[in-house]
């Protein structure tokens, strides 16, 4: 049976793509070959109407590397890989409402993620948005670019994940949370461009700097790499999925829709060590 074609739409020229006539769930190889290819090229993409079990949620996520665990987050029972999403009407608050690279605060931060949600608002709302952090890098002076280049800085994951999870059952108290130094610049390991690498949820500090400096760098940084211009933004539909490529893209999750349900599952793809 003749397979459908492969279809890329941009969201905007700098980041963001809806990919077309790939279903998640039965990839062969030129679907995923065109996968990764739109994944490297645009940084986030999408997909819409994916049916998948958890098994080939995870099975898809494989397809791009090793799967990752969450330090901090509870798992469904027999599924250490699969990250929970879930708000509703007892939610004080959502995790990734704060622009961020996720889990940065790993030495060996992930490089993807696919997020695959069910249940969206019934009202509309939950829409996720992404930064380029090529767009961002690549927007800096030089004087700064040159500035940046040997800097490297702090991602701690204490203050983010400390008591989180408490009401899912889990006692923290013994734990330790990690945290990592980082460039503040990264080259990409596939594409070779070079992005920015620090956000205002995980790093804590510019190391080579006084505190007043670095709070007041990082506070520039942290404000421009998230500039509305390096952004698209992605509206949730039934079981659409977005892969994004965390060492190139921040994100944050819009937290407009209380007591509305949204809900899915996440899978997170394991990187190397920043450079
Ligand atoms: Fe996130």
């Keep these: 049976m003749a397979k459908n074609s492969i279809e890329i739409k941009p969201l905007t020229p700098r980041i963001g793509a809806e990919v077309f006539g790939v279903d998640l769930a039965n990839m062969d190889d030129a679907d995923f070959k065109a996968a990764h290819d739109a994944l490297m090229h645009h940084q986030v993409i999408f997909f819409r109407d994916q049916n998948m079990d958890v098994d080939q949620h995870k099975a898809a996520g494989r397809r791009f590397g090793e799967l990752h665990i969450h330090p901090g987050s509870p798992p469904p029972d027999g599924h250490p890989e699969i990250l929970i999403i879930h708000a509703d009407e007892n939610s004080k608050r959502i995790a990734g409402e704060k622009w961020h690279s996720d889990v940065s605060c790993d030495a060996e931060p992930p490089m993807g993620s696919m ?101 007041a760098l990082l506070g520039f940084l942290c404000s421009h790499s998230t500039r509305l211009d390096f952004q698209c933004r992605f509206r949730w539909e039934r079981n659409s999925v977005a892969l994004w490529d965390n060492r190139c893209v921040q994100h944050t999750a819009m937290w407009d829709y209380f007591p509305q349900v949204r809900s899915g599952h996440r899978v997170t793809i394991k990187g190397d060590r920043p450079v």
């Design 115 to 215: 997020l695959y949600l069910w249940t969206i608002p019934e009202g509309g709302g939950g829409d996720t948005l992404f930064a380029s952090q090529y767009a961002a890098y690549e927007a800096l002076s030089e004087p700064m670019k040159e500035f940046l280049a040997d800097k490297t800085a702090t991602h701690s994951g204490e203050h983010v994940y400390r008591g989180r999870y408490n009401h899912r059952g889990i006692d923290d108290r013994d734990k330790v949370y990690p945290e990592s130094i980082h460039p503040v610049v990264r080259t990409h390991p596939v594409t070779g461009r070079k992005g920015l690498y620090v956000n205002s949820t995980f790093t804590t500090r510019i190391n080579e700097l006084e505190k007043g400096e670095s709070d």
